[in-house]
């Protein structure tokens, strides 16, 4: 069974490793490409827009948290769709994960393009490959030093954005956010889009619940280091965004990456510390977070026989998935060298993760009756008065991210995904009309 080879991998991770891994999934690339299309939706406002999409989010990943605390498993995401939707609904969640993995090229190319700002000479999809195979290699030599890493990269890049944020914040005139033109200058219109368009800012904490077979407490750490590091980002994004439109006139600062924000509040010395932990390591940690969860899903269907099962050996002296994380990293060599702008990188890689998580989101429904002990023993529990109210707000945002997502793409795009994902529906029929699916569905490890 899939759960005997994720049992090999070690459980090392305590509460500090689960925040890093957090924060560094969450701070990053949004805040430094989303804050200026934010205010050029909703100007000063989106101090605001930052904040409610924060808490929109929290409420989005409740349901997700709930299963963790009860259930604490290796490869979430799969685990709960098979266990609660079916072993076919389990494996189209790892297919869009698959799909979902264009942003290993998205991290890798941002890094680049922000490293070619400062190194005119250093030729951008060279550098991206030679970033994302530093993480590899770091990966497959044990997710311990991964972590360990991750954390220290951390407080690096917050660092880095703090001295943005510290930095420039006595430059800000605060008697500009006084009027409601300001806050408001395209309406409620344009403060609903702006909440939809920075959500994606803050919302990574859900990756954290692929590594529970790997936590020291898991039911206590899991729900802890979502809650806190969403939080703890938000702040974050509020006084960088409080900074980015209120030292300068909104029309130079709307639609603007916050690295050109950065050059102009900045002296010299500081404005490269800001590049450089604030902006090239951000990339890192988020590029390091995707090796760490996103095999731990490969690893289950493949021993469950959707996939080579090969791919989800486990490596015994590193305890690391190696032939997974190869695969991974082949996805996002391909990725830098397709060509596809990051824009449509992004939308590719963040809609197929929404609408995948749909489905153990759904399968929450399932969780008290199902697992009526684990349920009520969970460390974190949201009784079903509080608990259905929340599974459905959080389908409703879910949807909402999506829709606005993929409307986006260029037709081309949008016609080869469709095909892509027909094509998936296909394969899992057929696969699974010639497995023992009723096998597969066991709930041994619980």
Excluded at 142 to 153: E, F, R
Excluded at 313 to 335: C, D, K
Excluded at 431 to 443: A, C, H
């Amino acid at each position: 069974m899939a759960e005997m080879q994720t049992a090999k991998l070690k459980k090392v991770l305590g509460l500090s490793d689960v925040l890093g891994f957090v924060l560094g999934s969450i701070v990053g690339a949004g805040v430094l490409i989303l804050t200026g299309v934010g205010i050029g939706l909703t100007g000063k406002g989106v101090v605001l827009a930052f904040l409610i999409s924060g808490l929109v989010n929290i409420i989005a990943i409740m349901p997700l948290a709930q299963l963790a605390s009860a259930l604490p498993v290796t490869g979430a995401g799969y685990t709960y769709s098979k266990l609660l939707v079916g072993p076919k609904w389990a494996f189209l969640w790892q297919i869009g994960v698959i799909f979902s993995k264009v942003t290993v090229g998205l991290y890798s190319l941002s890094f680049a393009q922000y490293l070619q700002s400062m190194y005119p000479n250093a030729p951008i999809k060279i550098s991206a490959i030679l970033m994302m195979t530093f993480f590899y290699v770091l990966n497959m030599v044990g997710i311990k030093s991964a972590a360990t890493t991750q954390k220290w990269l951390v407080v690096l890049k917050v660092s880095g954005l703090l001295v943005f944020a510290l930095w420039g914040i006595s430059s800000v005139d605060v008697s500009s956010f006084a009027s409601m033109e300001a806050l408001l200058p395209k309406g409620m219109d344009g403060m609903l889009q702006a909440i939809g368009v920075v959500a994606f800012a803050s919302y990574g904490a859900l990756y954290v619940v692929e590594l529970g077979g790997e936590m020291k407490n898991p039911s206590r750490d899991i729900p802890l280091g979502i809650i806190a590091g969403t939080i703890g980002a938000t702040l974050i994004y509020m006084i960088i965004a409080f900074v980015a439109s209120g030292t300068l006139p909104l029309d130079q600062v709307a639609n603007k990456p916050l690295s050109l924000v950065g050059k102009s509040v900045l002296p010299p010395t500081a404005y490269y510390y800001f590049m450089m932990a604030g902006v090239v390591v951000s990339m890192g940690t988020l590029l390091n977070g995707v090796f760490q969860w996103v095999t731990k899903g490969l690893i289950v269907s493949s021993r469950d026989g959707w996939l080579p099962k090969k791919l989800g050996e486990v490596n015994e002296r590193f305890g690391t998935p190696h032939y997974a994380l190869s695969f991974l990293y082949f996805i996002g060599v391909v990725t830098v060298l397709s060509g596809i702008s990051l824009g449509d990188l992004a939308r590719i890689g963040f809609g197929f993760l929404l609408l995948v998580n749909l489905i153990p989101i759904v399968g929450c429904f399932s969780l008290p009756k199902k697992y009526p002990e684990q349920y009520a023993k969970a460390l974190f529990h949201l009784k079903p008065s509080l608990l259905y109210p929340v599974i459905l707000v959080s389908l409703i945002a879910t949807v909402g991210q999506i829709f606005y997502l993929f409307k986006g793409l260029p037709t081309n795009l949008q016609m080869g995904l469709s095909v892509a994902v027909a094509f998936s529906i296909a394969y899992v029929n057929i696969v699974g009309n010639r497995m023992n699916l009723k096998e597969i569905g066991k709930d041994e490890s619980f």
